[in-house]
């Protein structure tokens, strides 16, 4: 997804990234971590992993979620999962975010996995 027009790939990053949280913290979710995948991954700069408490509020943080990154000026986002509402995927392009039901996250534990130190590249498997 291009960024904004006039302004620079680390700066969309950064605004992408505030508004996420911002929407994320005003939507009540819990739980919010921020992982920097800069440099792990060519999926994007940041992932950002929440909860809500319910199918219902996964929901409706999703919902508030894609308003607000709209709102900003930074395109539509592609969604997956909002149908079902168990584990909602949006990708905004420098932005991974994923809101999970606290079972679910649990199950996945995605935070886990990405927080995992890098490998030196010296390393042979």
């Known amino acids: 997804m291009p960024s904004p027009a006039g302004i620079s790939g680390n ?10 949280l911002a929407s994320l ?3 009540k979710a819990e739980n919010i971590v921020s992982i920097d995948i800069q440099g ?3 999926l994007g700069d940041y992932m950002v992993i ?4 319910s199918h219902r509020h996964v929901s409706a943080v999703a919902d508030h979620l894609l308003k ?3 709102d900003a000026g930074l395109g ?12 909602v ?7 991974i975010v994923h809101v999970f039901r606290p079972e679910v996250r649990e199950f996945y534990n995605l935070e886990k996995m990405w927080q995992a130190p890098d ?3 010296e390393t042979l498997h």
């Not at 700066?11 to 996420?20: I, R």
């Open 119 to 121: 490998l030196e590249e």
């Open 11 to 20: 700066a969309a990053a950064t605004l992408a990234l505030d508004t996420v």
């Open 50 to 53: 929440a909860s809500g408490r």
């Open 76 to 87: 539509t986002a592609r969604v997956e999962g909002l149908a079902s509402a168990d584990w």
């Open 89 to 95: 995927l949006i990708d905004s392009g420098d932005i």
């Open 25 to 27: 913290e005003d939507s």
């Open 68 to 70: 607000a990154l709209k």
């Open 40 to 42: 792990k991954s060519s």
